[in-house]
């Protein structure tokens, strides 16, 4: 059976070679670049791999600082900054700071809400077709749970609570599972998990709030057992598609793609399809605002 054959998408439910290792491989591969230019730069973070984290783990702040020293023979420490931040488990489009000043423009727009955070995120469940592709409004109060790396869904008045808002719309649905175009208005810690888990939409290979493992399909059938290698048994299917931003010197309305990784290839045909169309349209439209409506 290929990698991107259609099946059924089977759920496993055995969660006990989910982590990823917090050492770093002795040479980490290059971060691919979607974009470069001397006030910033845009990546395609891989799964697995924090946006910033203590001293001694690796994370994208430290190997990016490292590839652009070596890459340019860079005598000091070159200037990454971090406007916002990706879960450890998303893939996706990430947008990185090359002075202060950009930086200082970028917190502008993510703190005014200018700037378009899109998701795809693939959860457990079928929508009725007559469901597909109509937006759902989302809105919940949440809130970080007390001395543990998760969020919870709270009350207004609960101590902490900070209201989540975002729209979420179905693509398509086959074999048990959803494919979800999701435009973040607020963001809050590990907002579409906890809210779409709360709803029943468990994002696959979501473990801390009970979703299913999502792996290689074609090892497992192959080989009898999942295989590790790339890291599939640590994906999440939640990618950041699409990041619009204003060019922090001329506000010039811009728009940056990634495409999810190799692992989705493995969710049935009809989302493959929506994915692979949702992508396409991204990129042509990379000058433009979206809406979800």
Known sequence: MSRGADSQYRIELDRTNAIVADEAPTESPPLRILHEESHFMVLDKPVGLFTQAALGIESIQTRLTEQIKQRDQHAGIPFVGLPHRLDRGTSGVILIARNQRALSRFGE???????????????????????????????????????????????????????????????????????????????????????????????LGDLAYGGPEFFDIQDDLDNGEPDDDEGDLASMALHALRLEIRHPQTAKQLAFTAAPPVTWDNLPRELREAMAECVDRSRRENNIAWDLK
Do not use: N
């Open 109 to 203: 727009q993510f703190q005014s809400r200018k700037i378009g955070k899109y998701y795809l995120a693939a959860v457990v469940g079928e929508f009725s077709t007559d469901l597909v592709k109509q937006p759902q409004e989302w809105s919940d109060y949440v809130r970080k749970v007390t001395d543990k790396p998760l969020a919870e869904i709270c009350e207004a008045a609960a101590e902490g609570a900070k209201l989540a808002q975002l729209t979420a719309q179905p693509l398509a649905s086959a074999g048990g599972v959803t494919l979800l175009l999701i435009k973040l208005h607020t963001g809050r810690m590990h907002q579409i998990r906890i809210q779409a888990a709360s709803r029943g939409m468990r994002i």
